[in-house]
């Protein structure tokens, strides 16, 4: 079962701040990040395990609520590289008979 | 320089013919993938192979096939029944072992059946 990412889309102005959540209907053990632009291949941002564990990288950070089994990535300062699709994937807490899962993307607009 | 290389970059093929999409990593890596992806869709698991000579379906394995005689390679084949083929296709690879690590995807191949 997918992860439900929410928003669908976002349009910002260069310099503001998003927030992209992730939420699962599964105990989780880790959630990945990625970015993908345009007609390219997706980039992993960063991986998020069971535990609560908040990450930074540069001006994008995110957190793992595993009680409520949601991630959200936090964008601060927008630049106009941050454009993109945002995809979540999801890791469930019994490995073995489950996969990496992702959602269906937020897409994020940044204007000057 | 390591990395993962699909070819064709983009892909024409006439309604029941099947299709063979490359992927090739030099990583070394152990586990590899091929995601479909459609607009407003995100990626979907078509198949995945953890180690050589071994393999296992994805989310929608139907119409698809894959080989994994190398470490190195890990083809799929779309075949002709595959009821709605065209897709942006994804090849990813993993250093693997017990736990989900970073996934390394290439570029992509484009195809569209006609």
């Known amino acids: 079962q997918q992860p439900v990412q929410s928003p669908q889309a976002v349009i910002l102005r260069e310099g503001e701040d998003a927030v992209i959540n992730c939420s699962s209907s599964?105990?989780?053990?880790?959630v990945h990040w990625y970015r993908q632009k345009h007609g390219e291949a997706p980039v992993f941002l960063m991986i998020?395990?069971?535990?609560?564990e908040q990450k930074g990288h540069e001006k994008i950070s995110a957190s793992f609520n595993e009680k409520k089994q949601q991630s959200s990535l936090y964008l601060t300062a927008s630049q106009l590289s941050y454009s993109g699709t945002y995809f979540c994937?999801?890791?469930?807490?019994?490995?073995?008979?489950?996969?990496?899962?992702f959602g269906t993307g937020t897409r994020l607009t940044i204007i000057p | 320089d390591g990395g993962i290389t699909q070819s064709p970059k983009y892909l024409f093929r006439k309604e029941g013919q099947n299709v063979t999409l490359s992927c090739e990593q030099n990583l070394n890596h152990d586990a590899m993938y091929w995601y479909r992806q459609d607009p407003g869709q995100g990626l979907r698991l078509i198949y995945y192979s953890q180690i050589v000579n071994d393999f296992q379906k994805g989310d929608i394995a139907e119409g698809y096939s894959v080989s994994r005689e190398k470490k190195e390679s890990f083809p799929l084949t779309v075949t002709s029944a595959q009821k709605n083929p065209t897709a942006f296709y994804l090849c990813a690879s993993e250093a693997g072992g017990p736990y989900y690590n970073e996934q390394f995807f290439g570029p992509g191949t484009r195809l569209t059946v006609l």
């Open positions: 599964k105990a989780l053990y880790s």
């Open positions: 994937g999801t890791e469930a807490s019994n490995f073995g008979n489950e996969k990496l899962t």
């Open positions: 998020l395990l069971k535990g609560g």
